[in-house]
């Protein structure tokens, strides 16, 4: 008689249900783990459990797939923190997200390398973590070396470090950031480098890259 939806953002209460093939035939008895084979295979979901509500209701609890930055198809594509494409439809869900520049797959010209994907993807969701860096990052890359390097404000500011970056070293980054900007102010703050195990490497922009000439 009564089905309740909780945890999703992305999907409507309608489109949970058809998914799982919970229709007016549906039995309070009715094998739940079939509704969740049926949720976890749309490519929103995460995770899904479907729990009966004594006497006659049934409670749909969904963990959806969390959008965390784009990629280049050509087209850009949505992908949350394992890589995954995410089929969400830009007029009906505006993202403000990081973009991650990611070399072709070797072979397969015009195709993003999957295994660098997956890394940005996962580094991407790790700085989305501390609220305080979606609104600065506006993209990542991959080195050659394996270091993930992330561009931070209006000036571009590089974070560079190893993944995966725990949220102490993040926090330990930001800090620096903030007490950099706020030491030199009148300066150009280029890079934050995490590599360096104990420490925080912090480097202004240098004559010719502000433009001066020397005399």
Request: glycine fraction near 8%; charge should be negative.
């Amino acid at each position: 008689e009564r089905v309740d939806v909780s945890g999703t953002h992305l999907l409507e209460r309608d489109e949970v249900l058809r998914q799982a093939g919970i229709g007016a035939d549906a039995s309070y008895w009715s094998d739940r783990a079939r509704w969740v084979r049926a949720l976890e295979a749309h490519p929103l979901v995460l995770r899904a459990r479907v729990e009966r509500r004594w006497p006659d209701g049934l409670v749909v609890r969904i963990r959806e797939r969390t959008p965390v930055a784009f990629v280049g198809t050509p087209l850009l594509v949505p992908v949350d923190e394992d890589g995954v494409p995410l089929p969400l439809d830009p007029t009906e869900h505006p993202l403000d997200l990081p973009l991650l520049r990611v070399p072709p797959a070797e072979g397969r010209e015009g195709r993003p390398d999957p295994r660098a994907v997956r890394v940005l993807s996962a580094a991407a969701g790790r700085l989305a973590a501390d609220p305080r860096v979606p609104p600065m990052l506006s993209e990542l890359r991959l080195e050659a070396d394996g270091t993930v390097v992330a561009l931070l404000g209006a000036d571009d500011v590089e974070l560079r470090f190893r993944p995966p970056l725990t949220p102490l070293r993040l926090r330990e980054g930001l800090a620096a950031l903030g007490d950099g900007l706020e030491r030199r102010p009148a300066d150009r703050l280029r890079l934050v480098d995490l590599r360096f195990e104990d420490q925080v490497v912090v480097r202004y922009a240098g004559p010719r890259e502000r433009g001066e000439v020397a005399p």
